[in-house]
């Protein structure tokens, strides 16, 4: 089985747990699980139906989903059930910006592991100016240990155009929100319903596993037309805001679309959902039919590619008397991870290529610098989206004379001192070897020629 890779982690890789599979009774599943979507037939309200403790559909029940006691029901859970979240926070909740910067943040990274980061992004660039004015080294040194620096990027693009097309007022309408770099139909969706209640709808991982199950959804959710589905669940849900509103104040746009996803993250999980306290469990046809330990069919994950990475730690006496290390800055213009940030210099091991062949082509070809290499010192394993990475760290000895700068190196090494290593935005696993290597100091011995 293939581990599970975790985007820049040097954390242990698990293997994937089997998505446990049940199914309750075949006349439900064949009374529910068709897969229509017009609203007369394809979602179920099955209230009147279930019937004491084993609360079995029946036959004859009304398969309808009224939308307007769905809306109260999520609504009224979410009233005492959602977490207390920085983002939900007085002072954030209904700004723009900082819904933006909460949204991009938690794409791809979990609630927990965005919540420090979020608070110290926002002390830094507590408004959309604050961050459009500021460098892009400095929103990625903030933006480490989160991932997915394109994100950091395109946020900062996204400051920049509120400013400069819109005066630094985030604008409210769809169309404008998503011609700003980086936003896609989610982000809009989630800015413009949560700060200005505008009925847009959203789809992400969690509202697409509670509408496959609510729905009974056959299929890879990530599929063209199984998304069309899931979109088109979310406006038609959204779209009946106005109406509920109308007898609940609380069934905003800016309640149901937070509350749908709370629901995914707390109760409709993707394993073993949490029914008996589900409040729409009446509305749910997967539920009805025994399914819902069954969806949604997992998605084909790609194959897992390894690779083997080499980095060279060279370290002098600077001018000043403090220890320098050699790091390079990776290139801003080309499709590759890590794009701008400092790190050790690397590189990936060629086909048939020996770790200390990969090393001399690095040092030699592309620094343009002559160096001996000492002792292996470190190796961590971590991945990047679906690449498993093993990087072996080596000690690298540089004389003190050597210019540094290869004719085909686009972005030259630098010596820097260990202080100047928290101002340099540095990827979260590097910055993670560079501790390492601080407070494990290379041996004069390990650092002879071989
Ligand atoms: S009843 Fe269960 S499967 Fe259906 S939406 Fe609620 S938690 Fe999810």
Known sequence: MRPKIKKDSIKETSPKSSRPT???????????????????????????????????????????????????????WFSTAQRDLPWREPENAHDPYRILVSEVMLQQTTVTAVGPFYRRFLARFPTVQSLAAAPLNEVLTYWAGLGYYQRARNLHACAQAVVAKHGGVFPRNLEAVLALPGIGR????????????????????????????????????????????????????????????KHNADCRPSVINPALMELGALICTPRQPQCPFCPVETFCAARAAGRENELPHATPKPAVIELQDVCAFAARCGADGQEEILLRQRPHDAKIWWRGMWELPRTTLQPGESSQDALHRLLHDELGIEGSIGNHLKTLQHGVTHHSITLDCWAVEVS????????NEPSPAQWHNWDELSQLAIPSTMRRL????KSHPVPNEQLSLL
Do not use: M
Request: with cysteine; glycine share 6%.
């Open 22 to 76: 049940q199914s309750r009774k075949a006349t439900q599943t064949a009374l529910l699980s068709h897969n229509t979507l017009s609203e007369k037939s394809a979602p179920h309200n099955v209230n009147k139906a279930l019937a004491g403790s084993s609360k079995q559909l029946s036959a004859e029940s009304q398969l309808t989903f009224d939308h307007s006691h769905f809306l109260q029901q999520l609504a009224q």
């Open 186 to 245: 989610y982000t809009a969706g989630a800015v413009t319903s949560i700060a200005f209640d505008a009925p847009t709808p959203i789809v992400d991982a969690n509202v697409a596993r509670v509408f496959s199950r609510l729905f009974c959804l056959e299929g890879d959710l990530k599929a063209p037309a199984s998304q069309r589905r899931l979109w088109q669940e979310a406006e038609n849900l959204i779209g009946h805001c106005t109406g509920a509103a």
């Open 400 to 407: 003190d004379n050597t210019e540094l700068g290869g004719a």
């Open 434 to 437: 560079l501790t390492w290597l």
